[in-house]
């Protein structure tokens, strides 16, 4: 069974642009999680998403932030515009259906802004 | 708000036994992990309490008191390949997990 996948794993862009991170849960689980780390800190929540629907988008951070899982499937986060703070790693997790605790995390995308 | 403590590093020989605590305080509480982390990888989930006692898995354990807000994660047995990154993380309500900042283990021959 495949795990969570993240694409890209890196991405370097310039303060002003947009960058579009995606993820693809494992297959079946409803529950998908985005989560990050900014250097030196925790890993934050960010938001969890049951199927389509937004369940819990209590972290994310400002409106420069946009997460879609249009169809229930794989997810996108879009940072539009970037700015030198959004630096860190982003990761994905999902988890299916009545599952208490488990939450199967990506290897994460590293984002860079300069 | 959250507050979850827990060593930044430790280091430890190969075949030894090794504790790493982790100390909480959060609004709410429903349930308490842990993850492995290894340098560029994905976290990997190692265990979960939500009732006080130990949970045994083969190398590992973990402890939790919840009238201590206390953890820990117990790693028997130390091979080279547990050198990696140990995250505390406690879920209060939903499903949102608080992480702490991690200890990075180093286990030395």
């Known amino acids: 069974e495949a795990g969570v996948t993240q694409f890209p794993s890196h991405s370097v862009i310039e303060k002003g642009q947009t960058v579009t991170l995606r993820c693809d849960p494992i297959?079946?689980?409803?529950?998908l999680y985005w989560y990050r780390r900014v250097m030196g800190k925790e890993i934050k929540f960010l938001l969890h998403?049951?199927?389509?629907?937004?369940?819990?988008e209590s972290g994310m951070p400002n409106n420069r932030f946009l997460a879609e899982r249009t169809g229930g499937t794989y997810s996108t986060l879009k940072v539009q515009p970037a700015e030198l703070e959004d630096s860190g790693v982003y990761f994905c997790?999902?988890?299916?259906?009545?599952?208490?605790?488990?939450?199967?995390f990506g290897p994460g995308t590293r984002l860079t802004v300069t | 708000g959250q507050n979850i403590d827990q060593p930044t590093e430790m280091t430890a020989t190969e075949g030894a036994i090794v504790q790493i605590n982790c100390t909480y305080q959060?609004?709410?509480?429903?349930?308490l992990f842990w993850y492995q982390q290894h340098a560029g990888e994905a976290p990997t989930f190692l265990s979960y309490?939500?009732?006080?006692g130990l949970e045994e898995k083969g190398r590992f354990s973990s402890f939790l008191s919840r009238s201590k807000g206390y953890s820990y994660l117990l790693l028997k047995e130390l091979q080279m390949k547990d050198s990696a990154s140990y995250l505390c993380?406690?879920?209060?309500?939903?499903?949102?997990?608080?992480f702490g900042k991690g200890t990075s283990l180093l286990v030395t021959p």
């Open positions: 997790a999902s988890s299916p259906t009545g599952t208490v605790y488990e939450q199967y």
């Open positions: 297959s079946g689980h409803d529950n």
């Open positions: 998403f049951v199927k389509e629907s937004k369940q819990d």
């Open positions: 959060t609004s709410g509480f429903n349930g």
């Open positions: 309490n939500v009732l006080d």
């Open positions: 993380a406690v879920r209060n309500s939903g499903y949102a997990l608080n």
